[in-house]
């Protein structure tokens, strides 16, 4: 049973640039939620697509955008990438109705030089 | 909305030895609250999870407490081993906010041989 994939697992992007993560949950879950764990700190919630709709939205700017797909992966985007934007991006996945108990993959490492 | 603290940031003890790793919370709705392990390098894997209609749980060495009146929550690891070594996350979550987990800051726990 393959737990949460994320890939690419490092980036390097310049300022300005758009960036595209991807996320395949654990098998038979059905939401997903994207946090930025900045170095030496605990992660940030981003938000969570439910049914292939954002649903909850943390304190991020509308840089950040996604998606969810009917096969219920997901995608992270972000726009005009700033150096701020440089942090590891953890995907999240859990089965509604469970209490969300959420499972992480091994994140993708973005450096925006 | 939710605020998590963390207490220690690190925390250093003999192999063999127990730690405590504390956490408080500030929104009374929260009824769910996970520790989550992080090596170098990974994504967060969940270690014990505790839901507010319990005081306490435990798994093999690992334990933890939950005070609803005082609002805080505690991690327990006894006899101590190098391979415990990593950053320990605290979190919350509430219904409300669709079980976004909220974090604290992070310990980091290392075991001396």
């Known amino acids: 049973d393959a737990g949460v994939t994320q890939s690419p697992t490092h980036l390097i992007k310049t300022r300005g640039q758009q960036v595209t993560l991807r996320c395949s949950p654990k098998?038979?879950?059905?939401?997903v939620s994207w946090y930025q764990q900045a170095l030496g700190q605990g992660p940030q919630f981003i938000f969570q697509?439910?049914?292939?709709?954002?649903?909850q939205r943390g304190n991020f700017p509308d840089r950040f955008s996604g998606h969810q797909f009917p096969n219920y992966s997901s995608e992270l985007n972000v726009n005009a990438l700033l150096l701020g934007d440089s942090a590891l991006y953890l995907c999240?996945?859990?089965?509604?109705?469970?209490?969300?108990?959420?499972?992480f993959g091994a994140g993708t490492r973005l450096s925006v030089l | 909305g939710e605020n998590v603290e963390q207490h220690p940031s690190t925390l250093s003890v003999q192999e063999g030895d127990s730690a405590v790793i504390k956490c408080t919370y500030s929104?009374?709705?929260?009824?769910?609250f996970p520790w989550y392990k992080q090596e170098l390098g990974k994504g967060p894997q969940l270690i014990i999870d505790?839901?507010?209609n319990v005081g306490e749980k435990k798994d093999q060495r690992i334990a933890v407490t939950l005070n609803k009146t005082a609002k805080h929550f505690s991690l327990h690891i006894t006899e101590t081993q190098p391979e415990d070594s990593a950053v320990y996350f605290c979190?919350?979550?509430?219904?409300?906010?669709?079980?976004?987990?909220?974090w604290g800051a992070g310990t980091k726990l290392i075991i001396k041989p």
């Open positions: 929104d009374s709705a929260s009824n769910y």
């Open positions: 505790i839901r507010s």
């Open positions: 979190a919350a979550s509430s219904p409300g906010s669709n079980y976004q987990l909220i």
């Open positions: 697509y439910y049914e292939e709709e954002e649903r």
């Open positions: 999240a996945s859990s089965l509604e109705g469970t209490k969300n108990i959420q499972y």
């Open positions: 098998s038979g879950h059905d939401t």
